[in-house]
């Protein structure tokens, strides 16, 4: 989607129309069945970050060593036991996507809870950059010393 999370507008992969994506939250001891649908013109994965996929490491999103990427168009089907419980985060694994948006908090609440509290904020921090992940990425693994210069410049939102 085209978006302008610091007022300059561009296109961003994310998550339900939204940056950052959802929320997800469960409990210790369910199993977490998310269907990712591709509708982006590139592959992307998702990655389970902190989740330790013991018996299940087919399904960590880590596109060339656990799975395929998932191709424009295309759909996987994540699900795991959710064997932990605390705060964690899901994000693309490949490339540099997850600066591009594609990312979101999971928290996993403790099958016996032995706090109690009034409420919780959840505050994701990330890179935001104005050019694309993948453009970054390119110059990152070139030998330049210097961003081109070539590179179209962010649009301003009035």
Same mark, same amino acid.
């Given at each position: 989607?085209?978006?302008?999370?610091?007022?300059?507008?561009?296109?961003?992969?994310?998550?339900?129309? $939204?940056?950052? *994506?959802?929320?997800? @939250?469960?409990?210790?001891?369910?199993? !977490?069945?998310?269907?990712?649908? #591709? =509708?982006?013109?590139?592959?992307?994965?998702?990655?389970?970050?902190?989740?330790?996929?013991?018996?299940?490491?087919?399904?960590?999103?880590?596109?060339?060593?656990?799975?395929?990427?998932?191709?424009?168009?295309?759909?996987?089907?994540?699900?795991?036991?959710?064997?932990?419980?605390?705060?964690?985060?899901?994000? $693309?694994?490949? *490339?540099?996507?997850? @600066?591009?948006?594609?990312?979101?908090? !999971?928290?996993?609440?403790?099958? #016996? =809870?032995?706090?109690?509290?009034?409420?919780?904020?959840?505050?994701?921090?990330?890179?935001?950059?104005?050019?694309?992940?993948?453009?970054?990425?390119?110059?990152?693994?070139?030998?330049?010393?210097?961003?081109?210069?070539?590179?179209?410049?962010?649009?301003?939102?009035?």
């Amino acid at each position: 989607m085209t978006a302008a999370p610091d007022g300059y507008q561009r296109l961003l992969l994310v998550v339900n129309n $939204s940056i950052p *994506g959802p929320t997800l @939250t469960a409990n210790e001891g369910d199993t !977490l069945s998310v269907l990712v649908i #591709n =509708n982006a013109n590139v592959s992307s994965s998702v990655h389970w970050h902190g989740m330790r996929q013991k018996g299940t490491n087919y399904m960590d999103g880590a596109p060339g060593t656990t799975q395929c990427p998932i191709p424009p168009g295309g759909s996987f089907q994540y699900t795991f036991n959710l064997n932990q419980a605390g705060t964690y985060w899901y994000h $693309s694994h490949l *490339g540099m996507q997850y @600066t591009d948006g594609l990312k979101g908090a !999971l928290i996993i609440y403790p099958a #016996n =809870n032995p706090y109690t509290y009034d409420g919780e904020s959840i505050l994701q921090i990330s890179d935001y950059y104005h050019t694309p992940a993948a453009q970054l990425l390119q110059f990152y693994l070139s030998n330049s010393r210097y961003l081109p210069l070539n590179l179209p410049p962010p649009s301003r939102l009035p």
